[in-house]
């Protein structure tokens, strides 16, 4: 009874809430940062308490994180899950910040309707577009895009550059609407 109360409440107030770790992983190389990324989430979830985890590494805060602040210049650009800010970006910059976005701008057309600065006329989801009128810009992740097909929307351009990395071949294609990067796995 008391006893027993007494000794949760000093276990407690002696645990701590939160663990501040900055850059913890920065020094090591590929491969044992990658081992220790999964090492640290295995921690958080055996002691259960909440880890706030400043990086620079994107990859490594998309890993790891369950909810991400990108910050820029000081303030909270926007905060959300990784799959939030990866796959709806609130501006410009954290759809840049967090991997390789092509943005083209453009003007809003129409309820889903954006024309880019080129001319070509491009359907995005209604809710995409929040409500925006004017200038906006369409940004198109580059594993989104695929090369060849008949798809709704559709850029012409020019094959300046091809590279393998491994899991995929980028291609950077020069169009009306600036070069754009490309990912076919």
Known sequence: GQQQRV??????????????????????????????????KAIQ??????????????????TMADR?????????EQLGTPTDLYERPQTAFVASFLG??????????????????????????ESALNGR???VAVGVRPEKIRLG???ENKLTGRLLETAYVGVATQYVLET??????????
């Open 45 to 62: 979830n055996d002691v259960a308490i909440t880890f706030i985890h400043v990086t620079h590494d994107q990859e490594e805060a998309m």
């Open 133 to 135: 009128t004017g200038k």
């Open 7 to 40: 000794a949760l409440a000093r276990a407690l107030v002696n645990k701590p809430r939160l663990l501040l770790l900055d850059e913890p992983l920065g020094a090591l190389d590929l491969k044992l940062r990658k081992q220790m990324q999964l090492e640290l």
């Open 176 to 185: 009306r609407s600036g070069n754009i990067s490309v990912y076919v796995q």
């Open 100 to 125: 390789i976005s092509n943005l083209l701008q453009g003007t809003v057309s129409g309820p889903g309707s954006v024309r880019l600065d080129d001319g070509t006329d491009v359907r995005v989801p």
């Open 149 to 151: 097909h008949a798809e």
């Open 68 to 76: 991400i602040a990108i910050m820029n210049a000081g303030r909270i």
